[in-house]
């Protein structure tokens, strides 16, 4: 494949009821490739299919296969990472349709929940996002609008009506809807107005990456959450794993921001908590409403795989998950709930 080769078709041929041996054979019968390749499949991921590609020139691409879920929406993913590819800040774009896209592997370790604890790889990362935010002219065509709160009052109402693929059952997690949704009207009166740019809206630890040695490249993977949004989300959600952290949190919000008296860091103190809070709640949410369709896309046999991987030693099933999430959670709101009234 050609240093500027792109190719992005309307029509998509991927369906979602192929099983992953047929997904790997349709992936060897794209147009793109010059010759034999060597495909193998990476686990880790929750929703979608990901392939390591290396072709005939041993030139190495990275395949993404989904399907709509949740808030993700194909050509929204499409374009945001075509976006973040023309400021520099995620892999090149070559191939996609609806519900497929291959991109440059990006060759580089992933952050690890660690380094949150390396203020200055800290302070990177927030530079490359504010490359993001300040470039939403590169976005070229329609993108998704991200609003955390209508998503989390989207699945509430979910967990309480059930879903056709578990017989309209309703949630086991049923008696919690209350709670979150007026924690959720309680967080969302906290956001003040602001001007929506280009933002991430998944910047968890494990979609970003970065040069090796030097570290003075970031990248940003995974674009399915990309969406116009908060700028002040993805500084709260990258800080999520950080809990109750005001030391954390105001270095964020001045690497961000710069010099801030200290009104105005309260100020964005309240809006930042509330959005790290409204994160930490979606996940927990997202994770309870995918009960209701839990092989949507992936066989219980990947999402077992892809579990082992991303949550060594936890329960492999979604109840495991909600599990781990929680306390964390519930710290933050122990710790700043009162103050959202």
Same mark, same amino acid.
């Given at each position: 494949?050609?240093?500027?080769?792109?190719?992005?078709?309307?029509?998509?041929?991927?369906?979602?009821?192929?099983?992953?041996?047929?997904?790997?054979?349709?992936?060897?019968?794209?147009?793109?490739?010059?010759?034999?390749?060597?495909?193998?499949?990476?686990?880790?991921?929750?929703?979608?299919?990901?392939?390591?590609?290396?072709?005939?020139?041993?030139?190495?691409?990275?395949?993404?296969?989904?399907?709509?879920?949740?808030?993700?929406?194909?050509?929204?993913?499409?374009?945001?990472?075509?976006?973040?590819?023309?400021?520099?800040?995620?892999?090149?774009?070559?191939?996609?349709?609806?519900?497929?896209?291959? &991109?440059?592997?990006?060759?580089?370790?992933?952050? =690890?929940? *660690?380094?949150? #604890?390396? %203020? +200055?790889? @800290?302070?990177?990362?927030?530079?490359?996002?504010?490359?993001?935010?300040?470039?939403?002219?590169?976005?070229?065509?329609?993108?998704?609008?991200?609003?955390?709160?209508?998503?989390?009052?989207?699945?509430?109402? &979910?967990?309480?009506?059930?879903?056709?693929?578990? =017989?309209? *059952?309703?949630? #086991?997690? %049923? +008696?919690? @809807?209350?709670?979150?949704?007026?924690?959720?009207?309680?967080?969302?009166?906290?956001?003040?107005?602001?001007?929506?740019?280009?933002?991430?809206?998944?910047?968890?630890?494990?979609?970003?990456?970065?040069?090796?040695?030097?570290?003075?490249?970031?990248?940003?993977?995974?674009?399915?959450?990309?969406?116009?949004?908060?700028?002040?989300?993805?500084?709260?959600?990258?800080?999520?794993?950080?809990?109750?952290?005001?030391?954390?949190?105001?270095?964020?919000?001045?690497?961000?921001?710069?010099?801030?008296?200290?009104?105005?860091?309260?100020?964005?103190?309240?809006?930042?908590?509330?959005?790290?809070?409204?994160?930490?709640?979606?996940?927990?949410?997202?994770?309870?409403?995918?009960?209701?369709?839990?092989?949507?896309?992936?066989?219980?046999?990947?999402?077992?795989?892809?579990?082992?991987?991303?949550?060594?030693?936890?329960?492999?099933?979604?109840?495991?998950?909600?599990?781990?999430?929680?306390?964390?959670?519930?710290?933050?709101?122990?710790?700043?709930?009162?103050?959202?009234?």
């Amino acid at each position: 494949m050609k240093d500027d080769f792109l190719l992005l078709k309307e029509v998509s041929t991927l369906r979602r009821d192929w099983d992953t041996h047929r997904t790997q054979e349709y992936i060897r019968s794209l147009p793109i490739w010059s010759g034999p390749i060597d495909l193998r499949q990476k686990f880790g991921g929750l929703q979608n299919r990901t392939y390591f590609v290396t072709d005939v020139d041993g030139r190495r691409y990275v395949v993404r296969c989904g399907f709509d879920q949740y808030r993700t929406r194909q050509p929204s993913v499409v374009h945001c990472t075509l976006a973040a590819a023309n400021l520099g800040i995620g892999p090149q774009l070559r191939y996609a349709e609806p519900n497929l896209t291959v &991109t440059d592997f990006v060759t580089g370790p992933q952050m =690890q929940v *660690e380094q949150l #604890q390396d %203020l +200055d790889f @800290v302070a990177n990362v927030v530079r490359t996002v504010r490359v993001m935010h300040e470039g939403t002219e590169a976005i070229s065509e329609s993108i998704s609008y991200w609003w955390p709160f209508h998503t989390v009052r989207r699945y509430l109402k &979910t967990m309480e009506s059930g879903a056709a693929p578990t =017989q309209w *059952e309703r949630s #086991q997690w %049923l +008696d919690e @809807v209350p709670f979150f949704r007026e924690v959720s009207r309680r967080l969302e009166r906290a956001i003040g107005p602001f001007i929506p740019c280009f933002t991430h809206n998944d910047l968890t630890y494990v979609n970003i990456m970065y040069s090796s040695p030097a570290r003075d490249r970031i990248w940003l993977i995974d674009w399915d959450g990309g969406a116009y949004g908060h700028p002040m989300w993805d500084l709260a959600e990258m800080s999520l794993l950080t809990g109750v952290n005001d030391d954390f949190d105001r270095y964020v919000l001045g690497c961000y921001f710069g010099d801030l008296t200290e009104p105005k860091m309260t100020a964005l103190l309240h809006e930042h908590r509330a959005f790290k809070m409204m994160a930490g709640l979606r996940l927990i949410v997202e994770v309870m409403v995918t009960a209701h369709d839990p092989y949507f896309y992936l066989t219980p046999e990947e999402m077992r795989e892809s579990m082992k991987i991303s949550f060594p030693g936890q329960q492999q099933h979604l109840n495991g998950l909600a599990d781990l999430l929680r306390p964390g959670f519930n710290e933050m709101w122990a710790a700043y709930g009162q103050d959202y009234a």
